[in-house]
């Protein structure tokens, strides 16, 4: 049976349950597919690896001190910050004012880009004493979908209670359900893979938004710049996370349900139950806590009810005990509190008691008894919701025809993170541009991999020409002896279209009677290929909350099966081949294993934002495939049936590094 407790520390009463939650129970894999159990047993495995390192090599506070400035910077480039965007001119407008009386609401947007708008509410009391400078609130809406009217409207009493209290409250629209609505859904359902390659996650724009939203706030002459705060539930939850770790002007934090970990988030597959705007693509692996260690030890009430399917209580609980230990080194334990609320994912009267009373402590200094929180608010009946405020009243555009022309927020996964644009080295110069594009790609890209990747190793006997082999323990992959005498080998990549165990049609002409062939069924493709559902995309997701794609495992596998048939002809020549997806795959491995000595690459995509193409964590944000097509050299190339522009820079590249010769095109 629960228990519920409570306890007064710092004049805050906090409250939560203590139930049986040591573990919550795995979810079960998908079983319609040869690979689901090993997949899900292989991102359980590092999921929980990746989640023990937090605080690893920190024992001090100086210790997180020092680290925190590089944290940060991986932290912002995750989300796709890093560099910082230029703060542009905020171009803030404020269409209309509405007087309630005691408190105003200003209807109003802001650019936190060029053309990118935020369209938000302004809460403030009616009678503040002039020239008085107040404290503030960022408030980051959930998941709450008010058409037109943006899901700031359903977040209204929280505004309306703040400017009550001598607050200002600026209560902003999330991307997604906002008056200008784009996408949170990318890899989630509509299959935009190149986000990852891109390095674009909805996370970072509404972090962003956030950011340029307290520019907005300490811009005003009626407000404290050294006292903001910023909350919000679930999505808001997660972007009160996401804008106090960035930025230290939040003064303090009341995220309420918007933080798990990578074992809630995988194994457990609660990332089914998130849109993509939860998560930065994970590229430094880090364990997920230290998006939270950031705000430390400023203070930070860490908020969560007890049967909330999509934060579940043993996620809770692990995430505030590693919390507790690194505000314990600042001794800053009293800075950060865990309230857990009797209930599933929503509001509750003592969510918002707790909520507005942390505030009131660290901003006003006020330890007082919350005893309002429950006017104002948005009640539901049989006939709908029913709103302090018209919901339509607060619109910033009130028609259809006032949304502004030059807005890019419908299509802002295509400019908001920089795509790198590489020229092709002058004469002389190829070894060191070489040099320099794999060490980004191998900082951003491909952390995940070896510097020298080891044999495959066999997993069990041969089942006549088939072997199942691992490159790395617990990722299983197919190889099949076709012609096992011969001068040279061949590393044939069969993709998702190929027939598993049979040459394709596609080799004819390739290989000659005395050369050795093998076929590579890389995982998740043919015999361990597992269950694809569209949504959520589970697999594929998690992959990138673990620090990488599941493309980056099948570079891994081809490398590590050329190297396993090294290992057996060591005079070998080993020639990998794949038409589409896996002739970029093959370019990859050959690109990170120089035993691979040429690659053939048939009908390439031009390169990685077409839904075709391989993709892998922010490779845009270094080069694209022609550039790594061009890095091969000096091995032999050679591209059939490949789109004209790509050919030609590999070529030209091709031609800088002195081997024009090798790069032939077909």
Known sequence: MNQRHTWER?????????ASVAGQALREPDRGEPGDVMIQEYMRHEAERID???????????DWRDARPALLEEYLYMLGLWPLPAKTDLHVQVTGTLDRGDFLVDKLHYQSRPGLYVTANLYRPKHAEPGKRLPAILYVCGHSNMGRDGNKTNYQAHGIWFARHGYICLTVDTLQLGEIASIHHGTYREKRWWWHSRGYTPAGVECWNGIRGIDYLISRPDVDPERIGV???SGGGAATFWVAAADERVKVAV????????????????????????????AFSWPWTQIAALVAPRPLLFVNSDQDRIFP????????????????????????????????????????????????????????????????????????????????????????SDLPTDALNAEIDRHFVPMASVAVPAAGEFDSWKQGLLAELRRVTFRRLPERMAPAQPVGEPDGPDQRLTAEEGAEYLLTVLRAEGKRSWLVVLGEDDQPGTSPAWMEGLAQ??????????????????????????????????????????????AAAARFIRQRH????????????????????????????????????????EAQAPQFLNVLRVCDLPEVLGMLAPRPLILRQA????????????????VKSKCTTE
């Open 313 to 400: 209580m043993d996620a809770n609980e692990r995430v505030i005990n590693r919390l507790e230990r690194l505000y314990s080194l600042f001794g800053a334990g009293h800075h950060l509190e865990a309230m857990v609320s009797i209930g599933g994912h929503a509001y509750r009267e003592d969510i918002r008691k707790g909520a507005y009373r942390f505030l009131n402590i660290y901003l006003k200094g006020d330890p007082s008894e919350v005893t309002d929180s429950e006017i104002d608010l948005v009640f539901e009946d049989d006939d709908g919701k029913d709103f302090p405020i018209p919901r339509e009243e607060l619109r910033v555009f009130p028609a259809d």
């Open 52 to 62: 023990g390192a937090f605080l690893e090599g920190i024992a001090t506070a100086k």
């Open 231 to 233: 909350t919000g539930i």
């Open 255 to 282: 995220p309420v349900s918007g933080m798990a970990d990578l074992v809630s988030y995988v194994p457990h597959r609660v990332i089914n139950g998130h849109c993509d705007c939860m998560f930065m693509h994970n």
């Open 513 to 558: 009677a005395d050369d050795r062939i093998y076929l590579c069924e890389p995982r998740g493709i043919g015999r361990t290929r597992w269950t694809r559902k569209n949504p959520p995309n589970y697999v594929e997701r998690c992959h990138a909350l673990l620090g990488w794609t599941v493309d980056t495992g099948r570079v891994w596998d081809i």
């Open 570 to 609: 060591s005079s070998e020549n080993i020639q990998v081949v794949g038409r589409g997806p896996g002739g970029v795959l093959g370019a990859y491995a050959a690109l990170f294993e120089p035993e691979i000595t040429g690659a053939v690459v048939l009908a390439p995509p031009t390169g990685h934002m």
């Open 10 to 18: 710092m004049g805050i009463i906090v409250t939560w349950v203590t």
């Open 643 to 658: 789109p004209q522009a790509l050919a030609a820079k590999a070529r030209a590249i091709y031609n800088a590094a002195g």
